[in-house]
Nanobody, 119 residues
Framework: VQLQASGGGVVQAGGSLRLSCEAS???????MGWFRRAPGKERDLVATISWGGGRTTYYRDSVKGRFTVSRDNAKNTVYLQMNSVKPDDAAVYYC?????????????WGQGTLVTVSS
């Protein structure tokens, strides 16, 4: 299974950005989501979404109400819609599949896409 993330770039504070992550190799019947790592900081789990019809989601507190995770199982793709972006959101974002554990980790990782926030 390969995960290909895209959509990173420079966004102005208060603006929006959408990240995409397409899985290839075989159908992903796992939960999927996004981690991020800012320079000098730990890797954080940002959001997850389950595979099943319930589409159960999780968000870290700092992005609740601003970020939305969604997926299109037919396209094996997960998205992260980032609205009202803040400078603290600047990081390399990694999509992942098969997320579990404490601290959370994943079975499959994408290559990372950089989000830069300008003020």
């Amino acid at each position: 299974v390969q995960l290909q993330a895209s959509g990173g770039g420079v966004v102005q504070a208060g603006g929006s950005l959408r990240l995409s992550c397409e899985a290839s190799g075989r159908a992903i019947r796992y939960n999927m989501g996004w981690f991020r790592r800012a320079p000098g900081k730990e890797r954080d789990l940002v959001a997850t979404i389950s595979w099943g019809g319930g589409r159960t989601t999780y968000y870290r507190d700092s992005v609740k109400g601003r970020f939305t995770v969604s997926r299109d199982n037919a396209k094996n793709t997960v998205y992260l819609q980032m609205n009202s972006v803040k400078p603290d959101d600047a990081a390399v974002y990694y999509c992942a599949a098969g997320i579990s554990g404490s601290p959370p980790s994943a079975d499959y990782w994408g290559q990372g896409t950089l989000v830069t926030v300008s003020s």
